[in-house]
């Protein structure tokens, strides 16, 4: 017996089971040995050795690790187990501070835990520069962080020098688009933001930027901090008393925007079909160029139709004049504006030959319905040839052969060519959506008498009781879109017919019968909002759906705006302080010293129901600027830190704070720029009173 209980226990011993792996690692590495030491002076060597307490990698290398000054050479940055190199290939400036800014892109090689914001400061001279600024770059339009992107200083204070001097001192913003520009030397600097697409380290028009009005002059503060340490009983054991310095300034805003230069010049020209030209342009134009038709030589004067769109950018050209059409080759003269190399306007004339061939498939396509079409016609007058002499011989063909006779006389409607159009809605349409109609080519003539639009009383159709309805183009830019002007009552149904033949095109082509009813919506399918605004007026607001698609704009008046009639859903609010008037966010132009025009979010979603009114009050500057959009419809989200969430969640610390989550920054704890003072203070008042 006691045998058996042994050998039970030896199996037990002997059976191999999966190890625990222990607790999950959440610290980042850390460094134990540097070369030179951290802070070194009068440096001479090329290499920097940086060693952890465990295997690291380098993720994203080229986008985040910077080295300030930037060397003409890029250094050699290699990792090895659990160490760094970094091997200048240049020889280092004398005098000079050199900083490698490494942001987030340590971590460890087991869990992926980021060492952030690390650097590395070292000086060839006998001092090393200490001062430093900070702060945050967001993308002007939508107040994105931008993250990843250049922050640099300039102690040249020429406007000249962001567009013909590479940036002095750099560093890069991390993925919550925060910087902090180290070691600087005392001094007055301009401070600029660049996405440097070139990687020169100064302004090119079309690449992204942001400048700063003012003058920045690093300075520091002393500051005092208290930390007590309790007794078990909590009672008062020791008040500990330490001295920090705090580097300012802290709070630089820069909006980042793209002044969306484009050189004029001409990107394309085509003939896609035998009647229609393209001109595609490669920046926006107050004016139409010049056109003149060389070949062929008789036209006539009025020979096209042009469909733009608002920049002028790009054109066609809807050849009316039939001979034209029929054109192998077509040669204009085309007169406009193009960039020349001293970056100026110059107008030009170009000579231009538009060549149409059909595509083989087209051709195939044509050929095959021809030879079918031959086909029928024959075998129609065979049969027709059998019935008369039947007729003449007092028979009757037999009733497939009639059939057969019925089927080849009718007309197959794609034999008959028809101008297209299409209805903009029907079915369940909004409270103040309009009638439109899309047609696939230009408009020759409409008879009014054939536009019908009526409304439905009980059961009977009566006329629209408005003016006569009729067909109007939307704008001058597309000549194929019209609309009805016609108010439409809420919870009503309507119907437009258009007769046959009733919309000719420059083609000679005729429209078919269209016939649609359309239901208005009743007023408590939607929701109305009101807001009372600390904007007097000067500004509009856009009502966003997901994906930030504007649907509606608004103008502020006397410090308020409304959005009647909106249908039930999820919305948000972006607020622009339009300072020219025109309705629309406008770029920032960094020559002449123009900024963007600032935006604002209301920083909750909307959540619309039927039949409910919305009536809210928004201070703009109430919420730090970068915490302001909602994160829902924010795209640059920071990476997240899963190790410390889920660090939270096997502690069982469930707690919220107020929406507010430990990766944000926020004007509240970082930033004192005047306009956010409200957001700060409120927020350190609520973790005081916790």
Known sequence: ??????????????????????????????????????????????????????????????????????????????????????????????????????????????????????????????????????????????LEPMQHVIVGLHSNLDDT??????????????????????????????VFALNDVDGDYRMARTEDIAFLDTIVVPTTSQFT?????????????????????????????????????????????????????????GAPSDSLPGIEVLQPAQHATDWYRIERNVDNDSLFYWITDSAMIKTDTIIVAMTYLRTDTADRLEQVTDTIRLGYRKPSAQVKEEQKRAKEKESRAKRLAELLEKQEKAAAMGKELDEGELDEIKELQHVDPQDIPRLKMELGKSGAIDVGDSITLKFDAPIASINPSGVHLEVKRDTLWVPYPGPTPTLRPVDDCNPMRYWIPATMLPDSTYRLTIDSAA?????????????????????????????????????????????????????VKNNAFELLNVPAGTYYLKLIIDANGNGVWDTGNYHNHLQPEEVYYYPKRLKLRRNWDLDENWNIYETALDLQKPDDIKHNKPEQAKNKVEKKKQ??????????????????????????????NNRNNRRLNR
């Open 1 to 142: 017996m006691m045998a058996v209980v042994a050998a039970m226990v030896l199996a037990a011993c002997a059976s191999i089971g999966s190890p625990e792996g222990g607790p999950r690692d959440y610290t980042p590495p850390q460094v134990t040995k540097t070369s030179p030491a951290p802070g070194s002076v009068n440096f001479k060597g090329n290499k920097v050795e940086i060693t952890f307490d465990e295997i690291i990698n380098l993720k994203d290398q080229q986008k985040k690790v910077i080295i300030s000054p930037a060397p003409k050479t890029q250094p050699l940055i290699r990792t090895v187990g659990k160490k760094i190199t970094v091997e200048f290939r240049d020889e280092l400036e004398e005098n000079t501070t050199y900083v490698i800014d490494f942001s987030n892109a340590i971590e460890d090689n087991n869990e992926n835990n980021q060492l952030d914001g690390y650097t590395f400061a070292f000086s060839t001279g006998d001092e090393i520069d200490t001062l430093a600024v900070s702060g945050i770059v967001l993308r002007a339009h939508d």
């Open 161 to 190: 020098a962001f567009t013909h001097v590479p940036l002095e001192r750099v560093s890069r913003t991390n993925d919550r688009g925060l910087f902090t520009i180290r070691n600087l030397k005392p001094g007055s600097y301009h």
């Open 225 to 281: 901090s208290q930390d007590t340490i309790f007794t078990y009983d909590r009672r008062v054991d020791t008040v500990m008393t330490a001295t920090h310095t705090l580097y300012l300034p802290n709070d630089l805003l820069l909006c980042m925007f793209n002044e969306g230069y484009r050189s004029h010049y001409m990107r394309q020209s085509a003939r896609p079909e035998a009647h229609k030209l393209h001109f595609l342009f």
């Open 503 to 555: 919309v000719t095109s420059v083609y000679g082509l005729t429209c078919d019968k269209l016939s649609k009813e359309m239901k208005v919506r009743g007023l408590e399918e939607y929701a109305n909002v009101y807001f009372h605004v600390n904007v007097k007026d000067g500004a509009v607001v856009q009502l966003l759906a997901s994906g930030e698609k504007v649907q509606r704009t608004v103008p």
């Open 651 to 680: 502690q069982g610390n469930e707690e919220e704070e107020e929406e507010e989550d430990e990766f944000s920054t926020g004007f509240n704890n970082s930033y004192t720029g005047n306009k956010y003072n409200d957001a700060k």
